[in-house]
């Protein structure tokens, strides 16, 4: 691991549990996932182009598909 890597981890799961955060007050399920997931994927991935893509997909998942 590098630091880019962590600190991209850090930004992911940050903006995650602000996600999760929002999900749970609202009562919006798909934030809610989506924060878990924020929180949880960067532990599984090292590469830095696979987790700045990902991040970004599930992201914007809450924008598209309302549950």
Known sequence: MNV???LL???FSS???GYFIY???QQHT???V???VLMVYPY???NITLLIVVG???MSIPKFIKL
Request: charged share 10%; net charge positive.
């Open 15 to 17: 903006i995650g549990l």
């Open 56 to 58: 970004i997909v599930v």
């Open 44 to 46: 599984f991935i090292e």
């Open 34 to 36: 989506c924060g878990i």
């Open 9 to 11: 981890g850090v930004l």
């Open 23 to 25: 999900g749970k007050k």
């Open 30 to 32: 798909m934030a809610l």
């Open 4 to 6: 880019s890597v962590l």
